[in-house]
């Protein structure tokens, strides 16, 4: 019987369906998304592609998905009604914050409003010391009378969060025990549950989003998987996590924290993989969509996992891939400021209305409308599925742009893609070159959409000398689905100054970390022969105010790994600051555990089959580069074998995205049906533009 795996990823436009085959063949679906309730898109891409197939819905055997609805939840601040129970005299630690101030020179610079009001922060008499020694034990009595005060507000979840419960969570495990009696299924998050870790604010500023966000992420995975039930689909449903692992259905419905930035995780899975088998060992992604366009390094042939970060101006501490993420996309829409200088983003047109171009009711010109003015994209879309209305798009871009800018149509086309490269330009220089890494020693490889539009135009002004055009960019995020293991992460706070470090004591932590994991890899029928146990220490230098994540051996603690992880922190110090203490002190702040499994990824991206190296293009387009229309050759991706070459200008059209080849920019297929871009520098492509007729 024929079988597939699906990997499902919900974009801002569009959401994207990968199947593959028990015998590695990849097949493709794309369809627009359905913001109202994401389940229904993903159910309508999952039908397409099974249609286009004519297979039935009994043959697939296990789904991943990538959703954004725990991130749209925090970004259009939509989430549950929540309330806050945390020890008293603290209610207010969520407001205060920390002192650091992103916009250090802004005297009107606000912070975001606390996604609880205070009226909502409700305090509990109970205390715990710092060393885990209960001072006072929790008052059970004036807990319940909290909550049902509470009940009676409206209130939808509740997060609870007690000083120093990550060292010991007995009094936390008492008021959830004493909610479960009022309300047995309410949700509730438990900070010693979603973070066991010390910083009060980000543990109870993780526990609170985790709380706001969870009764939307429950309903959206129940009626997804409803959905899938109904038209007879049972196979297990897995959810794509931050850190680039799978987790079930049932842990992301109650860890919906984690899934915040599910949606950008599986391309950087799939590129991490495509490292793994390309010389291509350092790579940058850019993930450009309808909406967003996402940043993230591959060096190494491994992606960088951070255990803090800020989503849309919120400290959150838990494991997740390293990106970064500005509004830029296929829908960014255009507009002029009060200055009457152009602009572009962060507002999108998103899926609905859309670009102009798409007839879907859209009223201001977006990029996409631009690159359809210009002809980089021609007057359809996913393989003629969607007809394009360049005559509308080129009307929005005069009537509301061109004319007071007293500019002709394609200048203004132009200088849209110019402000939205700079605004990638510059999310990408804050992954590379403020980190002290070179972009010019790395690929770019982009996907999404609207990626490989704009990748020749972006590697260029970074002086990247190759790009890299993945096949079926436009649905790569939902391949690297399907090559995530199973992960879990697990951590502990250890903080322990050097002269006070006991290894017997630091493997006996580890040993209960995998006690732990090895609990949640049962309760999720995962064999423990398929999984890896990674471990890691967060260190830094006594005194500092934060850490650095240092890999350790999975080997019993002894003077040799600690030797081992001090040279291992001094290197990684040096790197990422310029600098090294050899001689002074260290602190170790907490021990982490990663548990990964071994996918099955031997069949996945088969080599394709060579031609002879001669292709032509299926037709001529006039194409706007540089303030000129160039004759350009359009090819069909379909089309293009192993070893085929072509010099641009040039347009390769798939089925879900559309990749520009500039002037003088030479292209090679390789073995793997890789579009490899050898780009040429600014003076070779203005050369080729003004000998052009």
């Known amino acids: 019987m024929f079988k597939l795996k699906l990997g499902v990823d919900v974009g801002g436009t569009f959401t994207d369906v990968v199947g593959i085959s028990e015998e590695g063949k990849v097949y493709f679906a794309k369809m627009p998304s359905t913001p109202q309730d994401q389940s229904i898109g993903v159910l309508n891409g999952i039908k397409s592609l099974l249609s286009s197939l004519e297979v039935p819905a009994d043959c697939v055997t296990g789904v991943a998905h990538g959703t954004t609805v725990a991130t749209n939840t925090l970004l259009e601040r939509n989430g549950a009604v929540t309330a806050l129970i945390t020890t008293k005299g603290f209610r207010d630690v969520l407001h205060i914050g920390r002192q650091s101030r992103p916009e250090l020179y802004d005297l009107h610079a606000r912070k975001p409003e606390p996604l609880i009001p205070r009226y909502l922060r409700r305090e509990a008499d ?25 009940m009676k507000e409206g209130v939808e979840s509740i997060a609870v969060c007690f000083l120093h419960s990550y060292v010991n969570a007995k009094n936390e495990c008492k008021a959830l025990k004493a909610i479960r009696e009022i309300a047995p299924d309410f949700p509730v998050s438990v900070s010693s549950e979603i973070l066991p870790e010390f910083r009060e604010f980000e543990r109870m500023n993780t526990t ?7 009764p939307r992420m429950q309903r959206y995975v129940s009626q997804l998987r409803g959905r899938l039930d109904e038209n007879g689909m049972s196979a297990p449903l897995t959810i794509m996590q931050s850190s680039g692992g799978m987790m079930t259905d049932q842990v992301a419905a109650s860890r919906s924290v984690n899934t915040l930035l599910s949606g950008p995780a599986g391309g950087v899975l799939a590129a991490e993989f495509l490292s793994k088998i390309t010389p291509y060992h350092n790579i940058i992604t850019g993930d450009l969509g309808g909406t967003s366009f996402d940043v993230a390094v591959v060096q190494n042939g491994n992606i960088d996992i951070a255990s803090e970060g800020m989503i849309e101006g919120f400290h959150v501490k838990f494991p997740h891939i390293d990106i970064t993420t500005i509004g830029a996309g296929g829908g960014s829409i255009a507009w002029l400021d009060v200055g009457g200088a152009l602009r572009v983003g962060p507002r999108s047109a998103g899926a609905v209305p859309g670009p102009v171009c798409y007839s879907k009711g859209g009223i201001d010109p977006t990029v ?16 003629g599925k969607m007809k394009l209305d360049v005559p509308a798009a080129r009307a929005a871009i005069e009537e509301k742009l061109a004319k007071n800018l007293n500019m002709i149509v394609e200048e203004v086309a132009e200088g849209i893609l110019r402000v939205a490269n700079a605004n990638m330009v510059r999310a990408i220089r804050v992954m590379t070159v403020e980190k002290g890494i ?12 609207a990626g490989a539009l704009h990748a020749v135009d972006l590697a260029r002004t970074l002086e990247i000398p190759t790009v890299v055009i993945p096949i079926a960019p436009g649905n790569f995020s939902a391949f690297g689905l399907l090559v995530a293991p199973i992960r879990y992460d697990e951590v502990c706070t250890y903080r322990k100054h050097q002269k006070d470090i006991s290894y017997d004591c630091m493997e006996q932590l580890f040993q209960q970390l995998e006690k732990t994991a090895r609990q949640e890899m049962a309760r999720d029928e995962v064999a423990e022969d398929t999984v890896t146990f990674r471990r890691k220490a967060d260190i830094r230098y006594f005194g500092q105010a934060y850490e650095l994540t240092i890999p350790l051996p999975n080997q019993k603690i002894d003077e040799h790994v600690w030797k081992g992880l001090l040279d291992d922190f001094s290197t990684a110090h040096e790197q990422s600051y310029g600098f090294k203490k050899e001689n002074d002190p260290i602190e170790v702040v907490s021990l982490r555990l990663s548990v990964v499994g071994r996918a099955d990824n031997d069949d996945l991206y088969a080599k394709g089959e060579r031609g002879d190296g001669k292709v032509m293009p299926v037709t001529i387009r006039k194409v706007y580069f540089m303030g000129k229309w160039m004759e350009a050759g359009i090819y069909n991706r379909d089309l293009l074998k192993v070893g085929d070459t072509f ?35 600014n003076a070779s492509c203005r050369a080729a533009v003004d000998a052009s007729k």
């Not at 070179?438 to 959409?449: A, E, S």
């Not at 500039?662 to 890789?674: C, I, M, Q, T, Y």
């Open 208 to 214: 609170v989003i985790n709380a706001y966000v969870q």
């Open 126 to 150: 109970e205390r715990t010391l710092h060393t885990g020694a209960i001072l006072a034990n929790l008052d059970v009595n004036g807990l319940k009378q909290t909550v049902q005060e509470l």
């Open 368 to 383: 996409t409308d631009a690159h359809a003015v210009l002809g980089r994209v021609g007057g359809e879309l996913l393989g």
């Open 647 to 681: 010099v641009g200008p040039a347009i390769v059209e798939e089925t879900g995205a559309t990749s520009v080849i500039g002037p003088s920019d030479k292209v090679v297929v390789d073995e793997r049906k890789n579009l490899i871009i050898e780009v040429a520098d």
């Open 438 to 449: 070179d972009p010019r020693k790395f690929v770019l490889l982009p996907y999404g959409g």
